[in-house]
């Protein structure tokens, strides 16, 4: 059985730093690649990015590129997502998955940017 968990969120004012991290079980890691989406209050699932299975190759919504980063540790099958320069609107429940398999995300963790 596919388990995620997410950790890392929390409250930061605007201009500060989060780092993500998604716990991966019941799945071979390494062979996937995997995302992180977000939703916000009130909207729809929201692709962030994306990396692939040997972590070599990551891409980004206009949104977030230049200040967030994915990377994985397939050691610690483990994914991460680097946020710098946060913004209020990236206000949202932040979500890792298999890429394109949102169904299996995990529960989240709520990211609040706000003075």
């Known amino acids: 059985e596919v388990q995620l968990v997410e950790s890392g969120g929390g409250l930061v004012p605007p201009g500060g730093s989060l780092r993500l991290s998604c716990a991966a079980s019941?799945?071979?890691?390494?062979?996937?690649?995997m995302s992180w989406v977000r939703q916000a209050p009130g909207k729809g699932l929201e692709w962030v990015s994306g990396?692939?299975?040997?972590?070599?190759?990551?891409t980004y919504a206009d949104s977030v590129k230049g200040r967030f980063a994915i990377s994985r540790d397939n050691a610690k099958n483990t994914l991460y997502l680097q946020m710098d320069s946060l913004k209020p609107e990236d206000t949202a429940v932040y979500y890792c998955?298999?890429?394109?398999?949102?169904?299996?995300r995990g529960q989240g963790t709520q990211v609040t940017v706000s003075s």
């Open positions: 990396i692939n299975s040997g972590g070599r190759s990551t």
């Open positions: 998955a298999p890429a394109g398999d949102y169904t299996r």
């Open positions: 019941g799945f071979t890691f390494s062979s996937y690649g």
